[in-house]
């Protein structure tokens, strides 16, 4: 989005939809029920968390490289559903010790910037840029807690004429951080 570009007006039953969409996402998170998270995802989802890494830019200034071209990033997670589907099933054997038990975590999404994008594949669906700052708290054997923060950018689905189906398509998370506390099991 450039700040010089004139907002179009977003459609304010989408703009709902797509906050509860959010809102439900950190609800179904937080409390663990992953395979309601599943169901909010496109079939053909990608899920991408890139390492930033600081580089030198041509002026000589310190840049953050992979939080604008993600093709040259390498991730810490890059996701289709069915890799997200078989974590998921990981975490739920009981047997993803980093889980066990599972954390407790509180996830904070920040007010949503949304840009209508061109009308999806599918008749009847459109389709919006949603871009989110957000925290994450996350407890561990009620001792230790880390914070992860960063940026989501989003694009996420409104279908049918009713809005009855919103389908995250695809998301990349900027973390903040370029170095993890911990290695992580959990979706942002």
Do not use: C
Not at 75 to 101: F, I, W
Not at 158 to 165: A, E, F, H, T, Y
């Amino acid at each position: 989005m450039s700040a010089t570009t004139k907002e179009a007006a977003i459609d304010l039953q989408d703009a709902h939809l797509l906050t509860q969409a959010l809102a439900r996402e950190a609800y179904v998170l937080d409390t663990n029920q992953y395979d309601q998270w599943l169901e909010l995802l496109a079939p053909d989802v990608r899920y991408l968390v890139p390492i930033p890494e600081w580089v030198h830019g041509r002026s000589g200034a310190e840049e953050a490289f992979g939080t604008g071209n993600d093709a040259l990033a390498f991730p810490y997670l890059d996701e289709t559903h069915e890799g997200l589907r078989l974590r998921v099933a990981r975490l739920q054997t009981g047997l993803a010790h980093g889980e066990m038990p599972p954390s407790m975590t509180a996830r904070v999404v920040g007010v949503a910037l949304i840009e209508q994008l061109a009308k999806g594949p599918a008749a009847g669906t459109r389709r919006y840029r949603v871009v989110t700052n957000f925290t994450l708290h996350q407890t561990r054997h009620e001792t230790r807690v880390d914070v992860f923060a960063g940026r989501r950018e989003d694009v996420w689905s409104v279908g049918d004429d009713d809005g009855s189906q919103v389908l995250l398509g695809s998301r990349t998370v900027h973390l903040i951080e370029r170095v993890l506390p911990r290695a992580f099991s959990t979706f942002f």
